[in-house]
């Protein structure tokens, strides 16, 4: 898997990008402690993650800077959205 400081790069990249154009972002699985089976089946994870995540963390982030912060895009959807 990618590192830590990989991952938070990806998804600061992957905000900002949303925020620019305007569009939604769909937050990427590697940022949920879960396991992604190979055959493409739906992941499987325990427990729920603080919004706008909807699994728990593999990776420590700041998620109450979120919540204050104004540059987010209009929307973000977390990565169970695309099973």
């Known amino acids: 898997g990618a590192s830590a400081d990989t991952v938070r790069l990806l998804v600061k990249s992957l905000l ?3 925020a620019l154009l305007g569009r939604s972002v769909i937050l990427p699985p590697e940022l949920c402690d879960c396991s992604i089976p190979a055959d493409g ?3 499987s994870c325990t427990g729920d993650g603080p919004p706008p995540f909807d699994c728990p963390l593999a990776i420590p982030l700041d998620t109450a800077a979120w919540a ?5 895009p ?3 959807v977390p990565a169970r959205f695309l099973t």
């Open 16 to 18: 900002g990008l949303g």
């Open 41 to 43: 089946s739906p992941p």
């Open 68 to 72: 204050t912060t104004s540059s987010l």
């Open 74 to 76: 209009a929307k973000v």
